[in-house]
């Protein structure tokens, strides 16, 4: 094993209580083991965390909050730290990433280039946001003298509740929106991959973020993540993850009536009509789907193909399919990692069987691999339809169903991929402007890419219907944690 894995593996090992209030808090008896998904070995344990430790968390994110540490210190200066924190994560990406592998999975090469690459992208996007995080002047037409504007003040304490599919960037998206708003947060990460997440926090202690602007506790969801939700401490809780923790949520918070963001589960629609460039959208599709082992909220899990360019384009999807790798994500070319768990791994074998009971013909995949680690061959069904338990649910893994289209009207065709309870997002694959324009149009989820695929921080995400509510990334993102507040004075 090469000297990066050593290193991550060291930090991991030295990793055993809560950050709060700029320091490490050593957590009680009672841990978590940390499993590699590759290997099936423990390679450490975090702390279990509870009321007790989220009470001490909430309590200094409130204290740095409202002696305004944080939210008045100079814009300029805000940019500043959090551009700091963009370097250091780059001066350790390396590390950081050979950690990312080892806890969730995710091949090296693709944790440096997207995790690691895309969370500093995430952190230096919202650097730009504390100088520009404006509100508007606004014409006043009652009676007198009188100038009216808006501000977008920060919410206040901002509880993270983080998966485990995509640790890393989702956790610094969420950290650095919630700091360039003016917001102090509490990170509750994954207990399936926590350890980016406290890697991260010394990072921000080291960049010289006040005390308490960042804290985290690490534990169950229905420990550290219920108690950080009830807390009434907290102003805004922002949760990535499934569909059915985020309703928990939002039920739990209905009392305080916390500002509550969700991004949830989906079941996204690829679309290829016959005048899409097919060298582009063969593999566009086949990783639109097998991408982090099909662990993605976005993943474009249902497969609209015309049935002109059908046998050529499944020759060509089968053929890419079966070269992608399926290994240890510390092994050089692996394309695909293992799935975060065993019970993960058991759910997605689970869809495939039912799958096949239901009638959909398996032509690639289906099987998992013998052996130590949580792999799951990808796997593509053609004849599925509507009815079945794999084109309706959220599968979160690398399983493609595949359906097609002929002289279907565009109304007919958007009706097809709008028929499910998740909205997150679309693909589209053509040369034709008239078929881009009116599936955009037409289509019913967040986001909507032609012709790729891609993370654009500068562009809203999140979900239609049970996909989620609110947005992140774009000014929507920042704009979520924080409150309008309009100003009337009379002179
Ligand atoms: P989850 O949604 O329960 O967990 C995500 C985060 O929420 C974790 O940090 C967890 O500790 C926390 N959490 C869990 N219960 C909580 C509660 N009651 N209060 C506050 N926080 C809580 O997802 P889980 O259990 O790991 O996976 C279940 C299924 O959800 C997966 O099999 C997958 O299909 C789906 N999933 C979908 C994701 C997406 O982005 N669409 C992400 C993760 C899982
Ligand atoms: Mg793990």
Redesign the pocket.
């Known amino acids: 094993m090469s000297t990066i894995f050593n290193k991550a593996l060291d930090r991991i090992g030295s990793y055993q209580g809560h950050f709060i209030n700029g320091a490490w808090r050593d957590g009680t008896d009672d841990t978590i083991p940390v499993v590699d998904p590759a290997t099936e070995q423990v390679i450490g344990a975090i702390a279990a965390g509870g009321a007790a430790e989220v009470d001490e968390a909430v309590n200094a994110a409130r204290k740095a909050f409202e002696c305004r540490a944080w939210s008045a210190m100079p814009a300029a200066e805000r940019e500043r730290l959090l551009l700091c924190l963009a370097d250091m994560v780059e001066a350790e990406q390396d590390e950081i990433a050979a950690i990312e592998t080892i806890d969730n999975g995710i091949p090296y090469g693709v944790s440096r280039r997207m995790a690691v690459g895309s969370a500093i992208s995430a952190i230096r996007y919202h650097a730009g946001w504390p100088r520009r995080l404006t509100g508007e002047s606004v014409p006043v037409s009652v009676p007198g003298n009188w100038h009216g504007y808006t501000t977008h003040d920060p919410l206040g304490a901002a509880a993270l ?5 995509a640790p890393f960037p989702i956790t610094c998206t969420k950290v650095s929106a919630a700091l360039a708003a003016g917001c102090t947060v509490v990170l ?5 991959a926590p350890m980016s997440g406290l890697r991260l926090a010394e990072l921000v202690a080291k960049a010289g973020f006040p005390a308490g602007v960042m804290n985290v506790v690490t ?4 420990q ?3 108690a ?2 009830e807390h009434a401490g907290v102003d805004k809780i922002s ?8 309703k ?2 939002l039920r ?1 918070s209905v009392d305080s009536l916390k500002r509550v963001s969700l ?4 079941k996204s629609a690829s679309i290829v009509f016959a005048d899409a460039d097919l060298a582009k959208a063969i593999p566009g599709v086949a990783m639109g789907i097998f991408g982090n082992s099909g ?3 976005a993943a474009g899990s249902r497969l609209f193909l015309h049935e002109v360019i059908f046998d050529k384009f499944i020759e060509g999807l089968v053929a890419f399919t079966q070269k992608l790798t399926v290994g240890p994500g510390m092994q050089d070319n692996v394309a695909l990692g293992p799935l975060i768990s065993a ?2 791994r058991d ?1 997605v074998m689970g869809y495939i069987e039912a799958g096949l009971k239901q009638g959909a013909t398996l032509i690639t995949g289906g099987d998992a691999p013998s052996g130590k680690g949580y792999f799951v061959n990808p796997t593509i069904f053609v004849d599925t339809n509507p009815g079945m338990t794999i084109v309706r649910e ?3 893994g690398p399983v493609l169903s595949v359906m097609t289209f002929n002289d279907d009207s565009i109304d007919d065709l958007a009706a097809r991929a709008n028929d499910s309870i998740y909205g997150l997002s679309a693909y589209v694959w053509t040369s034709s402007l008239a078929n881009a324009h009116a599936m955009a149009r037409k289509l019913r989820s967040g986001s909507i890419k032609i012709n790729g695929a891609g993370m654009e921080f500068a562009l809203p995400f999140g979900g239609f219907r049970q996909s989620g509510m609110g947005r992140e990334h774009g000014r929507h993102g920042v704009e979520a944690f924080t409150e309008t507040k309009a100003v009337m004075m009379g002179w």
């Open positions: 509740i983080v998966p485990w599919n509750k990460p994954a207990e399936l534990g169950l969801g229905a550290a993540g219920a950080l939700v949760f990535t993850g499934s569909t059915a923790t985020g928990d949520i739990r991004e949830l589960g989906g662990q993605v909220c019970p993960q759910k959220e599968i979160f």
